[in-house]
């Protein structure tokens, strides 16, 4: 019998273990033949990420948010270099800042921080473009004090929100700071766009277990499942794969809840039926060519050119009929000139 957090998920984990087989054999075919040896295990620098999409029915919130997934098992081959940002201390050099948050770091046994930077270096030697995009590109992950998160944006641009790098937070007046930051680092993270339907976050890898990539994909989806804008009524699929696999779906919802489907009346139609419709088509079809034909004087042989529909509206184009010449040229002075461009068009349909 399923448990309530499988009940709550809407998942089955037996097709998600299916699935993770599945992909694990294709990718090994794909790396044989890739390669052209037989190879029995894949090597640990040739594994592939694990990745799950998710698209949803209706894009909401007011801005893009990253979620944090704790994954029962590291999915990281190796150690992430993660900076921190800090905030300033009063009156003290950068260089004091630094280190005072070294040493903090070095008293609770905090490991993973590879460098340390107040907020002010980042605003006086990181202003320029190039030098903010080399700074995104070389660390994996980016965490903050909680007190910089509301001012840290307008400093860092739009290279680490363009590679999903994200600051996230960390309460450095933590007891037990090693493992907030250890959390912080060991996290895989999802970052929800209000801009579009579909999102994505890599979760395992090729060269661990089934039953690791299983309960780190039904961590995933939990956690998704219960963060994401509208919930689990408001996800249309969950896909996953690998980096050189197809996508393989493990969970569909084509119909959404707020649907009412007590009003939509089935039409049955029978072969016949289609075949009636088809032939007066056709047959309508034929005798509007006829009648362009004889109107135009062609003959049968040249060749018969339509013009586009006229649909009366084009870019928001109406047109100016019923005025006089004084009101049109008033009425044309206050058009940008897309708009007139837009009428100038509208006239050669009419005509």
Same mark, same amino acid.
């Given at each position: 019998m399923a448990t309530e957090e499988q009940k709550a998920t809407r998942i089955d984990s037996s097709k998600i273990h299916q699935t993770i087989e599945a992909l694990l054999a294709f990718t090994k075919q794909a790396k044989k033949q890739k390669s052209g040896e037989a190879k029995e295990i894949l090597l640990a620098d040739e594994n592939d990420q694990f990745e799950i999409q998710v698209s949803v029915w209706i894009v909401g919130g007011t801005r893009t948010k990253t979620v944090p997934i704790q994954l029962p098992h590291n999915m990281y081959?190796?150690?992430?270099?993660? +900076? #921190?940002?800090? %905030? !300033?201390? $009063?009156?003290?050099?950068?260089?004091?800042?630094?280190?005072?948050? /070294?040493? +903090? #770091?070095?008293? %609770? !046994?905090? $490991?993973?921080?590879?460098?340390?930077?107040?907020?002010?270096?980042? /605003?006086?030697?990181?202003?320029?473009?190039?030098?903010?995009?080399?700074?995104?590109?070389?660390?994996?992950?980016?965490?903050?004090?909680?007190?910089?998160?509301?001012?840290?944006?307008?400093?860092?641009?739009?290279?680490?929100?363009?590679?999903?790098?994200?600051?996230?937070?960390?309460?450095?007046?933590?007891?037990?700071?090693?493992?907030?930051?250890?959390?912080?680092?060991?996290?895989?993270?999802?970052?929800?766009?209000?801009?579009?339907?579909?999102?994505?976050?890599?979760?395992?890898?090729?060269?661990?277990?089934?039953?690791?990539?299983?309960?780190?994909?039904?961590?995933?989806?939990?956690?998704?499942?219960?963060?994401?804008?509208?919930?689990?009524?408001?996800?249309?699929?969950?896909?996953?794969?690998?980096?050189?696999?197809?996508?393989?779906?493990?969970?569909?919802?084509?119909?959404?809840?707020?649907?009412?489907?007590?009003?939509?009346?089935?039409?049955?139609?029978?072969?016949?039926?289609?075949?009636?419709?088809?032939?007066?088509?056709?047959?309508?079809?034929?005798e509007k060519v006829k009648s362009l034909r004889k109107k135009r004087g062609l003959h049968p042989s040249e060749p018969l050119k339509l013009k586009k529909p006229k649909t009366g509206i084009l870019f928001n184009a109406k047109p100016l009929t019923g005025l006089t010449r004084k009101e049109k040229k008033a009425v044309t002075k206050t058009m940008t000139p897309r708009q007139k461009r837009a009428q100038s068009k509208l006239r050669e349909e009419i005509v």
């Open positions: 081959q190796k150690d992430r270099d993660a +900076l #921190l940002f800090v %905030k !300033d201390i $009063e009156k003290k050099r950068p260089e004091f800042t630094e280190q005072h948050f /070294k040493d +903090l #770091l070095s008293d %609770k !046994d905090v $490991e993973g921080v590879s460098k340390v930077m107040p907020i002010r270096v980042l /605003k006086r030697e990181y202003r320029p473009f190039e030098a903010r995009r080399n700074l995104a590109r070389s660390y994996d992950l980016f965490l903050t004090d909680v007190k910089l998160l509301g001012c840290l944006s307008d400093h860092l641009g739009k290279e680490f929100y363009k590679r999903n790098k994200y600051p996230v937070a960390v309460d450095l007046d933590k007891k037990d700071l090693n493992k907030e930051i250890s959390r912080a680092i060991s996290a895989a993270y999802i970052s929800l766009s209000n801009k579009g339907s579909c999102s994505s976050v890599h979760i395992a890898h090729t060269g661990m277990s089934t039953q690791d990539i299983g309960e780190n994909v039904e961590k995933a989806i939990n956690t998704i499942g219960e963060k994401i804008h509208g919930g689990w009524d408001n996800i249309k699929t969950i896909h996953l794969r690998t980096n050189s696999s197809v996508s393989l779906p493990v969970y569909t919802n084509l119909i959404r809840p707020d649907w009412d489907l007590s009003k939509t009346t089935p039409h049955d139609l029978k072969n016949e039926d289609l075949d009636n419709l088809q032939l007066q088509l056709k047959l309508e079809a034929t």
